[in-house]
Every structure is written in C-alpha cells, then in structure tokens.
C-alpha cells in the first residue's frame, strides 16, 4: 500500500509571513490536491492537480500558491499568512479518472502569531 | 458551482441506535458521491459511494440511498458502535472529463455514539 505524507505536521508563522506546506505521495496517483478544513465549514478545495506541472483552482484559492514540481509532490503556499486563516490544510491523491476513491494524508495545522 | 450542504451537523446516540445522516447538492451534473469518515486524529477515510445511475447501495451497516429528482442523498448506519463515532463527510463529483476528479465536500455530521 501507498501513503501520502504532509510535512510539517504544525507550522508557525507571523501575519504576513510567507509560508509553504509540502506533500509526497508514492501511490504513483495523477492527481493531487489541497483541501482546507475549518470547523462547521467540512473541506473546501484550494487547488487541485491532474499531472506533473498542471494546475487547477478550486473555490478558495485566492491567498494561496501551489505547484506540482513532480508527480509525487504537491506544494501549497500561503502568500501572506494572516490570522483567519489558522486551519488544518489536507493533502489529498487519487488516479485521474473521476469517481475515484482520494486518500488523504494526516495534516498540516496552520498557526499564524 | 457545486454546493453540499449536510444534516444534522451533530449527532449524540446510545450504542446499538440507527442513525440517518442527510446531504443535498446543487449541481444536476454531479454524478458520483463518495462519503468518508474523519475518526479523532485520524485521516479521512473512504466508506462507502453511489454512482448516479444506482438508488442504493450497502456495505454491512452502511446503506446509502439516492434520489436523483430531488439531488437528495441520505446515509442510513445501524447497530452503532463507539468506533462509528467521527466526522461523516459527503461529497459529489461532475463528470468534468479532462478537469479530473473535482469533489466537493459537505460540512460534515460530527457522530457520538456512547457506550
């Protein structure tokens, strides 16, 4: 079996700060994405990647940057960290085709000081 | 685009008790639904998904019931256990064909099951 790994588990930022969160997979899946998850507001899709260098926006990527260097890693950065954005960013894969089951990794927590 | 909108957004029950966890969507293009389940400090897991051309479907004490006329979806557990207790999340697919595998998640139905 595959996993899907997010590093770091926590990241600490000042308000403005520009901060990257990072996901591999070996799964060998074509897509990838983040999700951001706030309580009573479940999972809202930031960015989403269907291979290597391509790129999608979901419905809240405004503030955010993502790229998909290989196809095994997805990145995500916060522009410009601000203090309502403090939240559990999830890193998800799956194969290409729709109606494919995702699998998530364990997730990244945002703290902004 | 496609909104999912899921009730109740909390559930506290006795062990052995059914539950019944709604959704709805907006977008008469979504064609797949697949649940998972967030357990306490856990990652999201798959548990069971329906298709659009199908109105039920089941796996052990998981029935999941489709209605395409009223972009209804309902999710039906018996004999609950503690370990059901999590977050359950629905979410709907369009087939976008080239655009991949877009999903598009519920608010989430935070289940206690006490012993």
């Known amino acids: 079996g595959g996993i899907i790994t997010q590093t770091p588990k926590f990241l600490i930022g000042q308000e403005g700060q520009k901060l990257t969160l990072k996901c591999q997979q070996n799964f060998n899946h074509d897509t990838m994405y983040w999700y951001r998850q706030d309580s009573g507001k479940g999972l809202r899709l930031i960015y989403y990647?269907?291979?290597?260098?391509?790129?999608q926006k979901g419905d809240l990527s405004e503030g955010y940057d993502a790229s998909r260097e290989k196809k095994s890693s997805f990145s995500l950065t916060v522009t410009s960290a601000q203090k309502n954005e403090m939240a559990v960013f999830l890193c998800?894969?799956?194969?290409?085709?729709?109606?494919?089951?995702?699998?998530f990794g364990e997730g990244s927590r945002l703290i902004v000081v | 685009g496609e909104q999912v909108e899921q009730l109740p957004s909390s559930l506290i029950v006795q062990e052995g008790a059914s539950v019944l966890i709604n959704c709805s969507y907006t977008?008469?293009?979504?064609?797949?639904f697949p649940w998972y389940k967030q357990e306490p400090g856990k990652r999201l897991q798959f548990i069971i998904d329906i298709r659009s051309n199908m109105e039920r479907k089941q796996n052990q004490r998981l029935t999941l019931l489709f209605d395409k006329k009223t972009k209804h979806l309902s999710l039906h557990i018996t004999a609950t256990q503690p370990g059901d207790s999590a977050i359950y999340f629905c979410?709907?697919?369009?087939?976008?064909?080239?655009?991949?595998?877009?999903?598009?998640f519920g608010t989430g139905t935070l289940l206690s099951v006490k012993p």
């Open positions: 990647s269907i291979t290597e260098n391509d790129l």
């Open positions: 977008d008469s293009a979504s064609v797949y």
């Open positions: 979410s709907a697919s369009a087939n976008y064909g080239g655009s991949g595998n877009k999903l598009i």
């Open positions: 998800a894969s799956s194969i290409w085709a729709s109606g494919n089951t995702l699998y």
